[in-house]
């Protein structure tokens, strides 16, 4: 089974505008279509280096000498770099969204299409799953994951229901979950209703919003002179904040402005209108569909 199909390929890496002997990351290494085609842009004194936080990412490595492998989430992208002895990079791309492995993989637990465990683990070492915040979160707690993660405004009401049955029996499988969450969607709208409220928990679990701003904000310090982020993302929880960061250099959209009125920021956007897939590339991966890609330089 395939890995993972990479999203906005081209577009994404020529993003980027590499330099032969940069030094490059991979921020979501994944299946390493991305990590492939920046190397043939690469010189021979070039550097990628691939992120990744699950094992199974591992079976993917490339074998080029210019590549090197970093099992780590990207939230500590700058305390890696500097083991690697790596002060400044060109550039850095993040495909924000969940692989293709992940979903199909039914024992990871983040498709509500499979029965198995509720995990919803990037890392497998991580100590909190879905299972953990579905049990033990109390009902108040629930309703404010539902609510800023899956922006559900029937958040209160799922949270009422998960607590009231697992009072009952303790919920351990997807399959479980999902028939619980029946009165909450309409049979042949699963992908709209349901998809929400998965998301919402697997952002929990995996701490992802706090990871993604601390990732722009260390690839923004290690930035070198016309450096590039290049970010994809898919849903508009990521998209917001990126965008924000982006245009102002803060996650709240707070511009400020100098004395001459000029707006203060760290990054330039490169695209003000966002890039979406070409209509060739979503009739070949419908995943494409919702990614949006954004792009921005180093101010100096």
Do not use: W
């Amino acid at each position: 089974m395939l890995y993972h199909v990479p999203v906005l390929l081209q577009e994404s890496v020529n993003g980027l505008n590499i330099k032969p002997n940069g030094v490059y990351i991979d921020c979501t290494f994944g299946g390493g279509g991305h990590s492939a085609e920046i190397l043939k842009h690469l010189g021979k004194n070039g550097k990628l280096f691939g992120f990744d936080q699950d094992i199974d990412a591992l079976k993917n490595s490339l074998n080029d000498k210019r590549f090197t492998f970093v099992r780590g989430n990207f939230k500590h992208l700058e305390n890696f770099l500097r083991y690697y002895n790596v002060e400044k990079i060109d550039g850095i791309l993040a495909d924000l969204g969940v692989s293709s492995h992940h979903f199909d993989e039914s024992e990871r637990g983040f498709s509500y299409r499979f029965d198995g465990k509720l995990d919803m683990r990037m890392n497998q070492k991580g100590g909190l799953t879905a299972e953990k915040i579905l049990n033990d979160y109390s009902e108040e707690k629930l309703a404010d994951v539902f609510y800023h993660y899956g922006e559900l405004r029937t958040a209160r009401k799922i949270a009422k229901k998960i607590v009231a049955e697992r009072a009952k029996k303790r919920i351990e499988t997807i399959f479980e979950f999902v028939k619980i969450l029946s009165p909450f969607y309409v049979k042949g709208r699963e992908n709209k209703e349901l998809a929400p409220i998965f998301q919402a928990l697997r952002i929990e679990v995996n701490g992802e919003l706090n990871a993604l701003k601390s990732m722009l904000e260390q690839a923004t310090k290690m930035l070198a002179k016309e450096g590039k982020i290049v970010i994809i993302t898919y849903h508009s929880l990521e998209d917001r904040l990126v965008k924000s960061y982006f245009k102002t250099g803060n996650f709240e959209g707070k511009i400020e402005k100098d004395f001459y009125g000029n707006v203060i920021a760290p990054l330039q956007q490169i695209n003000n209108k966002v890039i979406t897939a070409s209509e060739a590339e979503l009739k070949e991966n419908s995943r494409s569909r919702s990614a949006k890609l954004r792009i921005a330089t180093k101010n100096n």
